[in-house]
């Protein structure tokens, strides 16, 4: 069970995640894992050299890893984002758009599916994370 | 009013399809009804007692002809042909099938309508003052940058998975109209002394079992950096409040729990990322979407005369007409209270009249109250007779704005799977009891809100009197609370005592009313004559 997708081209980077706390102890891991409620701001000194924050979802409902996600991003941070857990079809639009390139679910999502739910709205009302141009600016150029 | 152009068209018409393919996966089993459930709870489809209720977002309360008709026709095809007005301003249907969901929204999407974050943890409908664009008072119409709220919050990627549901008004009245302070985020749009607009923001209000009224968060912002102080508490909301506790969820609970400096000056801090982000929209989307607001041709050199000669008549202008800001114009409200109705109901075949009456009489406009009321917010006064004729011919003429039968109500227990006691029967023996006319213009201004439990849909924490069903060992029990409103006074109902059953509870109401007669000085409304004697004295009159 569980699927993944990754919207990045670089190689998957393969060392374990460590947790917040036993990063901020040694500070030469290259991969961190966020808990829902762990500070993301906490990491900003060391964005240059992570290559993989994954954020956890343990609850669908629990979107505080929405916030977490752009706050890293909006700090610079050009690594792999990564959202795991309770990652359900309808969320990933709105994690593409905060800035996740990974996705790892622990449900078996249908492809077919993800991929639909990806590409059905042509435009977007706000600026967020990702390239999407708003609507706003469409109507003005 | 506002008119899609070929991107919003296409949002709400991608809304419907994603829909249609949600509903496709759950019914295939794809999902489990604890996944669905957020989905359509964000396309405002809540499963009820008897069925599924479907919400419709009604911005800011706007509506034109078209669109009302259209909510008709949904009525006769699709439910038992009529709708629910909502403390909201918006329309709920009671008996909706699932699998006909998706075709309601296509339906609705034909004429710019949706039911998009009607519910859920999402951003809520915006509402605002249903005079707004025609009253007196106000500074400017609050309209456009509700709209312009709209859209910034449609699809919000960062906040579609928020603690609770979040909701937020916009007025530009000192008058408030729209309860302004209960919001979540309440806007007040000011000038300051160079003249610019700007907003009064309000942080942190809401009803439900821990009522806070909303703090001044901000004296004055300008307006056009609205959306990122908005982001900027809806983040700090989002990454600091419990998530562990459903009742505890809501922003007010933050800025408690914080204090209301610290979480001013966090907002404040996240304020400044929001502002170097660049997501305000430009003033040319401002400018865009004002000029969809640009008042109506209203003709010029009108009578300021109204035929006061049939008495009927007059009694309905006294009550229902409210000054507007053109010469020889009015605004006229539609009372949804008839004495023994279901407040807020309507039929589909009174919905044509009403669309026809805003369409001939209105410039083709219409509003809904938070009230559960309805208003033609541009009538010549010359045709204030003619419309009223067609009122009292459809069943619309009641003349009891604010008075003691104008009562507020939700579902209850007839309706809603939360609720814990009925609100609409108690709601109409209050209006049975208190039907004689005369007896209701002694009274005079008097708001009764009644919520079947303590989610507060029915607003009694605001009223002047306010009734709270709650479960008591299996049967209906009803508290009786005083002294709150939802107006620019804004304050917070106190409960008496020991709780009444179905008729007690309206004899409790009559006994508080008596005491407020013996009580009164000259000119002193209800909530007037309470503030100044306090609880005691009525307390003394309802439990002896």
């Known amino acids: 069970m569980g699927s993944s997708f990754r919207f990045r081209d670089d190689t998957p980077h393969e060392e374990p995640a460590v947790t917040l706390d036993a990063f901020l102890e040694q500070e030469d891991a290259t991969a961190v894992r966020l808990e829902a409620g762990e500070d993301a701001r906490q990491l900003i000194p060391y964005l240059d050299r992570l290559q993989l924050i994954e954020i956890s979802f343990p609850r669908f409902r629990d979107g505080r890893g929405f916030s977490s996600a752009r706050v890293l991003r909006e700090a610079g941070y050009k690594g792999e984002l990564r959202a795991e857990g309770d990652v359900l079809i309808d969320l990933i639009f709105f994690m593409r758009r905060c800035g996740f390139d990974s996705i790892v679910s622990e449900h078996s999502l249908n492809p077919v599916d993800v991929d639909a739910a990806l590409n059905r709205y042509h435009h977007v009302y706000q600026n967020a994370t990702d390239n999407a141009v708003p609507i706003w600016k469409l109507r003005h150029g | ?544």
């Open chain 2, 1 to 544: 009013m506002y008119k899609y152009d070929q991107y919003d068209q296409a949002m709400v018409d991608a809304r419907v399809e994603e829909f249609r393919d949600q509903t496709r996966r759950r019914i295939a089993g794809d999902m489990n009804d604890d996944q669905f459930k957020p989905l359509r709870l964000k396309n405002g489809l809540y499963l009820q007692l008897h069925a599924y209720m479907l919400r419709v977002a009604i911005p800011y309360g706007t509506l034109n002809s078209q669109q009302m008709r259209k909510l008709a026709d949904i009525a006769r095809k699709y439910d038992r042909g009529y709708g629910h007005f909502t403390t909201r301003q918006n329309l709920q249907y009671n008996w909706i099938k699932l699998e006909e969901a998706p075709d309601i929204l296509a339906e609705l999407a034909t004429v710019e309508m949706h039911a998009i974050q009607t519910s859920g943890e999402s951003i809520r409908n915006i509402s605002a003052d249903q005079y707004a664009g025609a009253a007196a008072d106000e500074i400017c119409d609050p309209r456009p940058w509700a709209e312009l709220l709209r859209q910034a919050t449609t699809f919000h990627p960062e906040f579609s998975y928020l603690p609770r549901k979040f909701k937020i008004a916009v007025i530009s009245a000192k008058t408030d109209r729209a309860a302004l302070r209960w919001h979540d985020c309440a806007l007040r749009i000011v000038r300051n002394e160079a003249g610019e607009e700007g907003f009064e923001v309000y942080a942190g209000g809401g009803m439900g079992r821990t009522p806070f009224i909303a703090y001044p968060i901000r004296d004055f912002l300008p307006a056009k950096q609205i959306f990122s102080y908005l982001q900027a508490i809806l983040r700090v909301w989002n990454l600091h409040a419990r998530r562990d506790n459903i009742h505890k969820q809501r922003m007010k609970i933050l800025v408690h729990e914080l204090g209301e400096e610290e979480f001013r000056r966090q907002v404040e801090e996240e304020f400044q990322n929001f502002l170097a982000l660049g997501t305000d929209f430009p003033q040319a989307e401002y400018d865009r979407i004002a000029a969809y607001f640009t008042p109506p041709p209203f003709e010029t050199g009108l009578s300021e005369e109204i035929d006061r000669s049939d008495p009927d008549f007059a009694l309905w202008v006294d009550r229902q007409v409210a000054p507007h800001k053109a010469p020889g114009y009015a605004i006229a409200n539609i009372s949804l209270k008839p004495i023994g109705g279901i407040g807020g109901d309507i039929t589909a075949d009174q919905m044509d009249v009403v669309a026809d009456l805003a369409e001939r009489y209105s410039f083709d406009d219409l509003r809904a109250t938070h009230v559960q009321n309805l208003v033609l917010p541009h009538v010549r006064k010359a045709d204030l007779y003619t419309v009223w004729q067609v009122l009292r011919e459809a069943g619309l003429a009641d003349a009891n704005l604010d008075l003691v039968t104008d009562v507020i109500a939700c579902p209850g227990l007839d309706y809603c799977s939360l609720a814990n006691a009925r609100s609409i029967p108690v709601a109409q023996e209050i209006q049975r009891r208190f039907a004689d006319m005369d007896r209701q213009l002694d009274i005079g201004e008097l708001k009764i809100k009644i919520s079947g439990c303590i989610n507060a849909c029915g607003h009694h924490h605001a009223g002047h009197i306010g009734i709270l069903g709650v479960d008591r060992k299996g049967t209906e029990n009803y508290q009786l609370l005083l002294g709150g409103s939802g107006a620019e006074d804004t304050s917070q109902a106190k409960i008496t005592g020991p709780g009444f059953d179905e008729a007690g509870i309206v004899d409790a109401v009559e006994r508080t009313v008596e005491r407020y007669r013996d009580l009164r000085e000259p000119g002193e409304r209800f909530l007037d004559t309470y503030r100044r004697v306090g609880l005691d004295p009525f307390k003394e009159a309802i439990y002896g």
